[in-house]
């Protein structure tokens, strides 16, 4: 029987089956796993200012209090604007489709009058795949989502960042003895730390850089704009397009096809070149080297499982994975089939 299981095509099918297994539990699960996945990111962003504040002296308790206050007060003021936006959204959806179909046909003589035929502009708005209309659908969805579980997010912030202040006191006490264990565990921790922290200070960033100019040109929603920005740029390379067509879209129905829309287009290709090419590679450096491949089929397949959230929170879990496999000789040669080519010259140049 043991050597029947070792034959490649019957593990290759147990491990085939296990996968299945895990994504059909995984997405059973989705209302549990959404909250608690936010939760150990937000928590994560908040833990240095816990750090911070013991290194100054102050008790863990005290700390402690000072960080949930702050995690409160700041998790209030992120829902009430976020509640207001999608609820005047709502409110003003049928106004802005028929805005859309006014602008549509502004632009359709415009092409006229250039020599294009415009009808299949006309028949490709019309059709529900794809509608821009289709895109806000399914951004407030995960919007809404987000709104609904917020109150038990912020429960299990709090806690995880109770059990963070003594998280490490309790690893050294249960890895005594074994110097090994315990520095991996702290460097896969602090790895994953440090990663999500930078990451998401550059996402921050990145969110002012888009929402203020949107604010100043006029465009209706230029803070939910900015946090789609903010959010949306944890998927790299795809990501900060995808938060860019809302907000040009947005442009393009309230002031039709003109300068303003170039302006917006303009304000997205301005940060990213920015982000991308001067912030990020400073701060992060290599970064995690996500390759383009695997970020997109964790996307899709995050995405399926959580729904618009999961595309958030796909690279953050992919990262974290990397993190892991990486940290071990063991796993290392899984970690570089996730990466990139700078992965796979760094393992080279280390000694066997």
């Known amino acids: 029987m043991n050597q029947v299981i070792q034959t ?6 147990i491990v085939a089956a296990s996968v299945v297994i895990i994504a059909a ?3 059973a699960a989705t209302p549990l796993l959404i909250p608690f996945l936010l939760a150990i990111l937000f928590a994560v ?31 209030l003021i992120f829902m009430g604007i976020l509640a207001a936006s999608v609820s005047s959204f709502n409110t003003q959806l049928p106004v802005y489709q028929a805005q859309l179909t006014t602008q549509v046909e502004a632009l359709a003589q415009m092409l006229t009058r250039l020599g294009v035929e415009p009808e ?40 995880i960042l109770v059990e963070v202040a003594v998280f490490q006191d309790k690893l050294r006490v249960i890895l ?20 999500l922290v930078i990451k998401t200070y550059i996402n ?47 442009a393009f129905i309230e002031f039709g096809p003109g300068v303003t829309v170039l302006l ?22 290599e970064g995690l080297g996500l390759s383009a491949l695997v970020v997109f089929i964790t996307m899709v397949f995050w995405g399926w499982i959580l729904g618009p959230i999961g595309l958030i929170l796909s690279t953050p879990v992919t990262a974290a994975i990397k993190i892991v496999l990486e940290s071990s000789e063991a796993t290392r040669w899984a970690a570089v089939m996730l990466g990139t080519e700078a992965d796979v010259q760094t393992m080279e140049e280390t000694p066997a």
């Open 176 to 195: 005594k003895g074994n110097d090994k264990a315990y520095h991996y565990a702290v460097r896969v921790f602090s790895s994953l730390k440090d990663f």
């Open 25 to 27: 539990g995984l997405r």
């Open 45 to 75: 962003v908040f833990w240095p200012l816990l750090d911070g504040l013991k290194k100054r002296g102050l008790s863990t308790g005290v700390a402690l209090g000072i960080v949930i206050l702050g995690v409160v007060v700041v998790s």
């Open 204 to 250: 921050l960033i990145t969110g002012i850089a888009v929402a203020v100019p949107l604010w100043i040109m006029g465009i209706d929603f230029a803070l939910l704009w900015g946090f789609l920005a903010f959010l949306l740029n944890y998927v790299p390379y795809i990501g900060s397009i995808i938060a860019g067509i809302p907000a040009v879209v947005f």
């Open 8 to 13: 490649p095509t019957v593990r290759f099918m």
């Open 264 to 285: 917006v287009i303009g304000v997205f290709v301005l940060v990213n070149i920015v982000v991308g090419y001067v912030l990020e590679p400073k701060m992060l450096g």
């Open 120 to 159: 299949q502009l006309r028949s490709l708005l019309q059709r529900e795949d794809s509608n821009p209309f289709q895109i806000y659908f399914y951004i407030l969805s995960g919007l809404s989502q987000l709104l609904t579980q917020s109150f038990m997010i912020l429960f299990y912030v709090i806690f």
